[in-house]
């Protein structure tokens, strides 16, 4: 089965330091990853996807995600932390290799980043 | 860039109403979803489809129903809704690229 854990409900960082969102996943087959945020009263914004490739995935906003086989983690980082980066961010994850059900995402419960000044 | 729309961002709708939420995708997108948030569950799809007609349920679909007349536009319904369908409805669409553009969010409360 398909799932994604995302193990902070909560992430607080000052302003300028770097931050890190944990992320893990569980699927029978390869993974597409991805990262949304939220801001509040907003839909989800598409951040950034793992397909192949490299490990290090750079996306919008001066964010990039970690790729790791062996721990199944995707890992959101900034090297240094706005505090207009304060929303929810979610991970996704996505069975390549399943038949009928090839467009679907499964989501984690979100973290909220703060960034406090 | 990609544009989803939703029909209202906020609604108010009494108890056993039937509630029609609208989500139109101008990419000529195939695939598209219906998904509630709620705090501390996160993003739990109801429905999904890959073309005209076609519809696939999702992890929570009793309750809800949907319609895709046409390609580019995904109704959700709720024959008679209840205090428990309070909640934020997002709809989303995608391919062929694999990731998902989600619209702005519609903000049910039945009362």
């Known amino acids: 089965a398909q799932s994604v854990a995302q193990p902070e409900d909560q992430v607080n960082v000052a302003e300028g330091n770097p931050l890190t969102v944990k992320c893990t996943y569980s699927v029978s087959g390869n993974p597409y990853l991805f990262w949304y945020v939220q801001y509040p009263n907003r839909g989800l914004q598409f951040l950034l996807k793992?397909?192949?490739?490299?490990?290090l995935v750079k996306g919008s906003y001066g964010f990039e995600a970690e790729f790791n086989k062996s721990q199944t983690s995707f890992q959101l980082k900034k090297p240094s932390a706005l505090v207009s980066d304060s929303a929810l961010y979610f991970c996704?994850?996505?069975?390549?290799?399943?038949?009928?059900?090839?467009?679907?995402?499964?989501f984690g419960r979100g973290t909220q980043l703060t960034v406090w000044p | 860039d990609v544009k989803v729309t939703q029909s209202s961002r906020y609604l108010v709708k009494r108890t056993g109403e039937k509630v029609f939420l609208e989500c139109v995708q101008d990419?000529?997108?195939?695939?598209m979803f219906w998904y509630r948030q709620d705090p501390g569950l996160g993003l739990r799809l109801i429905y999904f489809s890959y073309d005209v007609k076609m519809k696939e349920k999702g992890d929570i679909p009793e309750g809800y129903s949907v319609s895709r007349e046409k390609k580019e536009r995904f109704s959700l319904i709720l024959e008679s809704a209840s205090t428990n369908q309070t909640s934020m409805y997002l709809c989303a669409s995608s391919f062929p690229g694999p990731e998902q553009y989600f619209g702005p969010g519609t903000r049910l409360t039945v009362t």
């Open positions: 990419m000529d997108h195939e695939n």
């Open positions: 996704a994850v996505r069975d390549i290799d399943r038949g009928s059900t090839l467009g679907r995402l499964y």
């Open positions: 793992y397909i192949t490739g490299d490990n």
